[in-house]
């Protein structure tokens, strides 16, 4: 019989490098009467009594998996500090898409966290898109991060949530000197 391989730890990753995770995915609401700040599904977030869920504004996060309608949270924003979009596989980007209309259409100021599937070619694209934290387990990402390489492109042809630094832009507009 063969041992199972054991999943990969989760690391926290943002901008500012690596740092240890003051939120825990909890899969109720009873989780909240323990100190801490949770991360809640859904359907939980929902179900809470909107005085409870004003007053414990710090300390509760959603996750929206990529089939839930981000409409379901607009009105409710002002009572969270954390959304966090799931990525369960990395062929499904609903999510990114989430992520920019947070930030562009709703302003959504809070963080914005990439869970589940995140790989090493789309971190640039999260980060462009809004996304300010990532729960990575890839090792190849870790390792990456870990020497500082955020990889990416220097030029941008589409606006984002956050847009290309200024210089040169679009090369078929680009004028020769």
């Known amino acids: 019989m063969t041992e199972p391989i054991p999943a990969p730890a989760t690391r926290l990753w943002t901008t500012a490098g690596f740092r240890e995770d003051e939120w825990r995915h909890a899969e109720s609401a009873d989780a909240l009467a323990s100190n801490g700040r949770f991360i809640l599904p859904l359907r939980v977030f929902l179900a809470l009594d909107p005085e409870q869920r004003r007053l414990a504004r710090e300390r509760i996060g959603v996750l929206l998996m990529p089939g839930d309608a981000l409409d379901g949270i607009v009105a409710l924003l002002p009572d969270l500090s954390l959304v966090a979009l799931a990525f369960p596989a990395f062929s499904d980007g609903r999510s ?3 992520a920019e209309l947070l930030r562009s259409r709703h302003g959504f100021e809070g963080a914005i966290r990439a869970t589940g599937q995140v790989l090493v070619d789309q971190l640039p694209h999260m980060l462009r898109l809004g996304f300010d934290e ?3 387990s890839h090792p190849v990402l870790i390792a990456r991060l870990e020497k500082g390489e955020t990889g990416g492109i220097p030029f941008y042809n589409q606006p984002t949530a956050k847009p290309a630094a200024p ?6 507009r680009r004028v020769p000197d």
């Open 167 to 172: 210089g040169a832009k679009y090369a078929w």
């Open 134 to 136: 990532f729960e990575v």
């Open 96 to 98: 990114f898409s989430k």
